[in-house]
């Protein structure tokens, strides 16, 4: 049934983090927590102790071996099909809580074993759960449509789950006779061989790279070492840190073009076995977005290509160098000194985000008031930053590693969207119907983030202050637009190629992600040199073993930037809008719910809205680099 939140647990923000590259300031730029006490979140809101965590798990247990019993009865009248769906949605939500416990008390310290090992029981139980379910979706497709509407009409108490049914039933034409189901069922563990095999040669595989830095320092370049060392100041470091690690990934262009194009024929085969128009076709058709929303924001991207262009030129401008390489892309061009304090990243947060009103903003204080939070970094803690809020009865979970820059008010910011945002939710739906989807899920985040971003250009600020801020918001919008919808463009270019019955190898790949670095980044307008051994890093992003997933960084931000817009130049619908998307949860598709909140991205609207602030922003900026006289 709904194991949506199994989506949420591990958070959007943590997998953008490894590939968005967006600039990252190095971990050492702002002070440690030296003498901060760590803000830890309770956990025992969840249960009072281990003890009573476990007897909770085992009892959960137990109920999954009673859902079998509901097997072949849903179809006998209204009420059976009530009461199996009651109580397999009441071992969902509290499996749910089990699962969170574990997850959150294992992200403290990965390197406890027991944290690991209750986890690993959590997981395995909802494993059960989604075995004991399997007989639900062709069981309510066998009953048909007509019976079902009818049971929704009869019985009121239907009502929480009629989302849900309908969306079952909404499948019955991509869904095929019993035998061809059963043999795409057992085809599952073979269909996800590349994900498995990716997984292991990106991470155990590669004997990495080591090169000497010009400080003599020596530097092992796995993929976290690359990520922190690609922004160093220092040019011929960074080209160093390029040319060994993508010659490194290089030698391995052949098995993973292999491992990605079957991974590209595990989808075709899957959308021709159940009749899809293509392999986009079926994976946005989950949260049932249609796929004009994918094909407008590839246009949109490219039909404003020159703004980022001109980005890229702003920034050379910025960094005072020559020429511009693609290796020139990671290091900060700017720098403030200033720290945030826990309690300003508060403050910050509440004031910023005042045109929200007192609905959203009592939420959100309550919230920073409670223990909802484990803040600082310490040994042996989950990187990145996450929102968990899969605890339906209890409350959100904020995990950061707060680190006291303006990014981490910035990423302080985004996680209490989604926090603020799961409140809203449940607190107007049932939990059947409170979660939402991860097409709507960043926009409570990248709302937050613009409105951060002009609430402190509207300060009375230094010059060199106020093109930091800019300098941030325009990266954002390089790498979480542009940057993702390149991504989506090449992920779309080769499942089409293979669907046109082309041959994909590793070789193939490279020149088509080539001639799309070269195009993002203006190559051949003279803009930044592409050179072509960097053209391999496609073999790096994982997010191609996701299906189709990482256009909605892309879409999110720019429906977030319509709404900011929206409501900082006083459209009063602006908000109401906003916060009834919120409400909505996933009460209904995201595609319509954003569209009756004025939010079509089908359109160019929301997307030429976020390149007007863009150009605004760099406007400001070159206004201001004359004034410095840089
Ligand atoms: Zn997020």
Same mark, same amino acid.
């Given at each position: 049934m709904n194991l949506q939140f199994f989506k949420q647990s591990a958070s959007v923000l943590t997998i953008l983090a490894a590939v968005s590259g967006l600039a990252v300031a190095p971990p050492t730029a702002h002070a440690q927590n030296g003498d901060d006490q760590q803000i830890e979140w309770n956990l025992a809101d969840? $249960?009072?102790?281990?003890?009573?965590?476990?007897?909770?798990?085992?009892?959960?247990? *137990? &109920?999954?071996?009673? +859902?079998?019993? $509901?097997?072949g009865t849903l179809g006998n009248s209204a009420q059976?099909?009530?009461? *199996?769906?009651?109580?397999?949605? *009441?071992?969902?939500?509290?499996?749910?809580? +089990?699962?969170?416990?574990?997850?959150?008390?294992?992200? &403290?310290?990965?390197?406890?074993?027991?944290?690991?090992?209750?986890?690993?029981?959590?997981?395995?139980?909802?494993?059960?759960?989604?075995?004991?379910?399997?007989?639900?979706a062709p069981e309510i497709l066998a009953i048909g449509e007509e019976t079902i509407e009818q049971y929704i009409a009869d019985e009121r108490g239907l009502a929480k789950h009629a989302f849900q049914l309908r969306d079952i039933l909404r499948q019955k034409q991509y869904t095929l006779g019993g035998e061809a189901e059963s043999v795409l069922a057992n085809a599952g563990e073979v269909l996800g061989g590349p994900q498995r095999i990716y997984s292991l040669l990106s991470t155990a595989a590669i004997p990495w790279p080591k090169v000497t830095l010009s400080s003599e320092q020596v530097v092992t370049l796995n993929q976290a070492a690359y990520t922190r060392y690609r922004a160093v100041q220092n040019r011929e470091d960074r080209k160093k840190v390029f040319d060994a690690f993508w010659n490194t990934w290089k030698t391995y262009e052949a098995p993973f073009g292999q491992t990605l194009d079957t991974l590209v024929k595990t989808h075709i085969f899957t959308a021709k076995s159940r009749g899809y128009e293509n392999s986009l076709d079926q994976a946005v058709s989950n949260s049932n977005v249609p796929t004009d929303v994918y094909r407008a924001l590839v246009k949109a991207a490219n039909d404003n290509l020159p703004s980022m262009?001109?980005?890229?030129?702003?920034?050379?401008?910025?960094?005072?160098?020559?020429?511009?390489? @693609? @290796?020139?892309?990671? #290091?900060?061009?700017?720098?403030?000194?200033?720290?945030?304090? +826990?309690? &300003?990243?508060?403050?910050?947060?509440?004031?910023?985000?005042? #045109?929200?009103?007192? &609905?959203?903003l009592t939420l959100l204080e309550d919230g920073l008031n409670a223990d909802w939070m484990h803040v600082y970094p310490q040994p042996g803690k989950r990187s990145g930053a996450y929102m968990q809020g899969a605890g339906y009865d209890v409350h959100p979970y904020v995990l950061l590693n707060y680190n006291k820059g303006f990014e981490d008010v910035s990423t302080f910011s985004h996680e209490w969207g989604h926090a603020v945002h799961t409140l809203l939710a449940r607190a107007n739906n049932p939990y059947e119907t409170y979660s939402y989807t991860t097409f709507t899920a960043e926009l409570a985040s990248t709302t937050n983030e613009v409105l951060l971003q002009e609430f402190m250009l509207a300060k009375d600020l230094s010059?060199?202050?106020?093109?930091? $801020?800019?300098?941030? *918001?325009?990266?954002?919008?390089?790498?979480?637009?542009?940057?993702?919808?390149?991504?989506?463009e090449f992920e779309l270019k080769i499942h089409e190629l293979a669907e046109a019955g082309e041959a994909l190898s590793g070789r193939r790949m490279t020149e088509i992600y080539l001639d799309l670095l070269k195009k993002y980044h203006g190559h051949d307008e003279g803009v930044m040199n592409i050179d072509e051994a960097y053209a391999i890093e496609w073999a790096y992003i994982p997010h191609f073993y996701f299906n189709f997933y990482v256009y909605q960084y892309a879409t999110s931000i720019s429906g977030g930037t319509m709404f900011a817009e929206r409501m900082l130049a006083g459209d009063e619908t602006a908000r109401d809008d906003y916060i009834n998307t919120l409400k909505a949860g996933g009460s209904q598709y995201p595609h319509p719910l954003l569209q009756s909140a004025g939010v079509d991205l089908t359109s160019e609207e929301p997307y030429t809205t976020l390149i007007s602030r863009m150009n605004r922003l760099m406007d400001e900026a070159e206004t201001i680099l004359d004034r410095m006289g840089k």
């Amino acid at each position: 049934m709904n194991l949506q939140f199994f989506k949420q647990s591990a958070s959007v923000l943590t997998i953008l983090a490894a590939v968005s590259g967006l600039a990252v300031a190095p971990p050492t730029a702002h002070a440690q927590n030296g003498d901060d006490q760590q803000i830890e979140w309770n956990l025992a809101d969840l $249960y009072p102790s281990l003890d009573a965590w476990n007897a909770e798990r085992e009892r959960i247990n *137990a &109920e999954i071996q009673t +859902v079998a019993q $509901y097997e072949g009865t849903l179809g006998n009248s209204a009420q059976s099909l009530l009461t *199996a769906f009651d109580a397999i949605s *009441a071992i969902n939500k509290e499996g749910a809580r +089990v699962f969170i416990y574990a997850s959150l008390g294992g992200d &403290e310290d990965l390197r406890n074993a027991e944290g690991q090992e209750r986890l690993s029981l959590a997981r395995s139980m909802f494993a059960s759960l989604g075995q004991a379910t399997a007989f639900i979706a062709p069981e309510i497709l066998a009953i048909g449509e007509e019976t079902i509407e009818q049971y929704i009409a009869d019985e009121r108490g239907l009502a929480k789950h009629a989302f849900q049914l309908r969306d079952i039933l909404r499948q019955k034409q991509y869904t095929l006779g019993g035998e061809a189901e059963s043999v795409l069922a057992n085809a599952g563990e073979v269909l996800g061989g590349p994900q498995r095999i990716y997984s292991l040669l990106s991470t155990a595989a590669i004997p990495w790279p080591k090169v000497t830095l010009s400080s003599e320092q020596v530097v092992t370049l796995n993929q976290a070492a690359y990520t922190r060392y690609r922004a160093v100041q220092n040019r011929e470091d960074r080209k160093k840190v390029f040319d060994a690690f993508w010659n490194t990934w290089k030698t391995y262009e052949a098995p993973f073009g292999q491992t990605l194009d079957t991974l590209v024929k595990t989808h075709i085969f899957t959308a021709k076995s159940r009749g899809y128009e293509n392999s986009l076709d079926q994976a946005v058709s989950n949260s049932n977005v249609p796929t004009d929303v994918y094909r407008a924001l590839v246009k949109a991207a490219n039909d404003n290509l020159p703004s980022m262009h001109r980005y890229l030129k702003l920034r050379q401008r910025m960094m005072g160098l020559p020429d511009l390489h @693609y @290796y020139d892309i990671y #290091p900060e061009t700017t720098q403030l000194e200033k720290e945030f304090s +826990v309690e &300003e990243a508060k403050r910050l947060t509440l004031e910023s985000l005042q #045109p929200f009103g007192e &609905e959203y903003l009592t939420l959100l204080e309550d919230g920073l008031n409670a223990d909802w939070m484990h803040v600082y970094p310490q040994p042996g803690k989950r990187s990145g930053a996450y929102m968990q809020g899969a605890g339906y009865d209890v409350h959100p979970y904020v995990l950061l590693n707060y680190n006291k820059g303006f990014e981490d008010v910035s990423t302080f910011s985004h996680e209490w969207g989604h926090a603020v945002h799961t409140l809203l939710a449940r607190a107007n739906n049932p939990y059947e119907t409170y979660s939402y989807t991860t097409f709507t899920a960043e926009l409570a985040s990248t709302t937050n983030e613009v409105l951060l971003q002009e609430f402190m250009l509207a300060k009375d600020l230094s010059d060199e202050e106020r093109l930091y $801020y800019i300098d941030r *918001a325009l990266e954002g919008i390089r790498g979480t637009f542009f940057r993702q919808t390149m991504f989506a463009e090449f992920e779309l270019k080769i499942h089409e190629l293979a669907e046109a019955g082309e041959a994909l190898s590793g070789r193939r790949m490279t020149e088509i992600y080539l001639d799309l670095l070269k195009k993002y980044h203006g190559h051949d307008e003279g803009v930044m040199n592409i050179d072509e051994a960097y053209a391999i890093e496609w073999a790096y992003i994982p997010h191609f073993y996701f299906n189709f997933y990482v256009y909605q960084y892309a879409t999110s931000i720019s429906g977030g930037t319509m709404f900011a817009e929206r409501m900082l130049a006083g459209d009063e619908t602006a908000r109401d809008d906003y916060i009834n998307t919120l409400k909505a949860g996933g009460s209904q598709y995201p595609h319509p719910l954003l569209q009756s909140a004025g939010v079509d991205l089908t359109s160019e609207e929301p997307y030429t809205t976020l390149i007007s602030r863009m150009n605004r922003l760099m406007d400001e900026a070159e206004t201001i680099l004359d004034r410095m006289g840089k």
